[in-house]
C-alpha cells in the first residue's frame, strides 16, 4: 500500500494529448479526488471512483514524462493542491525538464504559497467557480466554501511571483452572464479571466448532464465583455 504522504493519488496519465495547453500538445497527470462537487465537472470517474483506475506512481509519471515528446506537463484533477504530496510529485516532474502546468481550483492557499516559495510550477491556472460570494459558490461547487480562502489563494500567487491564469466554466442554469460579468469586476486586479463552457457528458451530478451548453457565439460575445472589463471599458449594466 502506498503512503499517501509520500506518493499522491495519480489515477490517469497521458504522455501526449492535443491541444492541451495554450492549443499546444501536453502529458497530462491526472490526481485524484475532490474537496468540490460541480455539477458539470466532467472528471467523475476520478472524483467519485478512483478505486477503478489503474495507478501510477511517482517513479512510473516521471518515466513516461522522460518519453513523451511533449514540452509541457499539464497537472490535473481532481484536486492536485489537496494533497500534501504534491510537491514531491512536483519535484520529480520538474527533473524531467519540463514545463509544468498546474490546475487547481483555490481552496488550498497555504500549498499554493509552498510551490510559490520553492518554484515548483511554471503555471498556475487557478478555476474560479462564481463570483466571490457563499451563495453563488455554494451553488457552482457543489458544497459551501468559504470565499476568503478563495480571495487568500489569489493574493497568494498575486505575491509568489508565479505566472498564473484565472479561468471560469461557464455553465447556463449554474453561472448567468451578470455572475460572470461580476466576477470579472472582482478579480480585474489579478489579471485576465478565461471563460470556456462546460461538456453536457460524463458529468459529475447526473441532473447536470441536461444543462444545455452555452452556444459559441454566446460565449464569444460574453469573452469580449469580460475582456472589456479588464481593458477598463465596463459598458456593461446589469
Known sequence: MTDP?????????????????????????????????????????LVLAPGRLPAWSISQVKEGLFASPADTVVVTGGE???????PLLLLALKETGKQII???NGTQPDMLRLL???GLASHVVLSLKAPLDEESWERA?????????IRESLAALKESGLPFTLSCTVAPGILSK?????LAREVREFGPLTLTGH??????????????????????NLRKDVAAIFAGVDNYTE
Open 80 to 86: 492536485p493542491s489537496m494533497h500534501r504530496a504534491l
Open 102 to 104: 498546474l490546475e487547481t
Open 141 to 149: 461547487a457543489g458544497v459551501y466554501v468559504p470565499v476568503e480562502i
Open 178 to 182: 451578470e455572475d460572470v460579468l461580476r
Open 199 to 220: 461538456r453536457t457528458d460524463g458529468v459529475l451530478d447526473p441532473d447536470a448532464a441536461g444543462l444545455e451548453a452555452i452556444g459559441e457565439r454566446e460565449l464569444a
Open 5 to 45: 504522504l509520500r506518493e499522491p493519488p495519480v489515477r490517469g496519465f497521458h504522455a501526449v494529448a492535443p491541444d492541451r495547453w495554450q492549443g499546444r500538445p501536453a502529458a497530462v497527470v491526472e490526481l485524484a479526488y475532490c474537496n468540490l462537487r460541480c455539477p458539470w465537472c466532467d472528471a467523475r470517474a
Open 116 to 118: 510559490g516559495a520553492r
